[in-house]
């Protein structure tokens, strides 16, 4: 049975993938709740991406994947953004993956997987994302180094997604209408849906796509390629 770190796996993408995941795979979750975690392959370890070191004697010695789940949206224009705003979104986002993927790369087994998360504004100029697009563009930017650095012992990918129907984009779909306007926006009519996500995720961990490394995968519904207006 595989072994996979998954920081942040109780809520939206996270909590889909840890449930995709579970049946097959010893999951090993640090998050600051355990509430929703209840499976006998899931352990969990009390980590906040905020603030802790993460404590690596609760895992195995050996992990065949990682997942960094946390991450922001905070939409603002530019002039209302204040430095802290940055700070905290590059700390979660950013520095607090550096800290975690430190801690356990000495664990990674040989042929493992490791998948960030970035955004679909960080390679299509978006207004108003100035804050998060910066310190994903940190996150793309380390992925494709740290790709080159650990293959072929490890595989990095990061997914880019668009908004997804999770409790993080909750006050930009808390009504039908907006659900309906921010789905109109794509080529396929539609917002995402967690599970949209975890798919990918969890082909990225297992060995279908054991010739894939170092890439920037957009599940976006088609808004980052096609202009259909």
């Not at 000495?106 to 978006?126: E, L, N, Q």
């Not at 697009?133 to 990095?156: H, L, Q």
Request: net charge neutral; charged share 20%; hydrophobic share 40%.
């Amino acid at each position: 049975m595989k072994h996979i770190l998954i920081i942040g796996g109780t809520r939206g993408i996270g909590a889909s993938i840890v449930s995709k995941l579970q049946e097959d795979h010893k999951l090993f979750i640090a998050s600051r709740t355990n509430d929703s975690l209840s499976h006998p392959n899931v352990v969990h370890v009390p980590f906040d991406a905020t603030k802790d070191d993460l404590n690596t004697s609760n895992l195995p010695e050996s992990l065949n994947g990682f997942i960094y789940c946390p991450g922001s949206i905070n939409l603002k224009p530019f002039k209302m953004m204040d430095l802290d705003t940055f700070e905290s979104d590059m700390q979660v986002n950013f520095f607090s993956l550096v800290k975690v993927v430190k801690a356990i790369i000495p664990r990674m087994s040989d042929s493992s997987s490791m998948v960030f998360f970035s955004t679909i504004a960080v390679g299509t100029g978006m207004p108003f994302h100035t804050s998060v697009a910066a310190a994903k563009g940190a996150v793309e930017g380390f992925a494709k180094s740290m790709a080159a650095e650990y293959a072929p012992k490890i595989r990095i990918n990061v997914i880019a997604p668009s908004l997804v129907n999770t409790p993080l984009a909750g006050r930009l779909l808390n009504n039908d209408k907006k659900k309906e306007a921010m789905g109109d926006r794509h080529p396929l009519k539609r917002v995402g849906e967690a599970h949209d996500i975890a798919h990918i995720a969890t082909f990225l961990l297992s060995e279908q796509s054991s010739w894939i490394t170092g890439q920037i995968i957009g599940v976006d519904g088609g808004l980052s390629t096609l202009n259909i207006n």
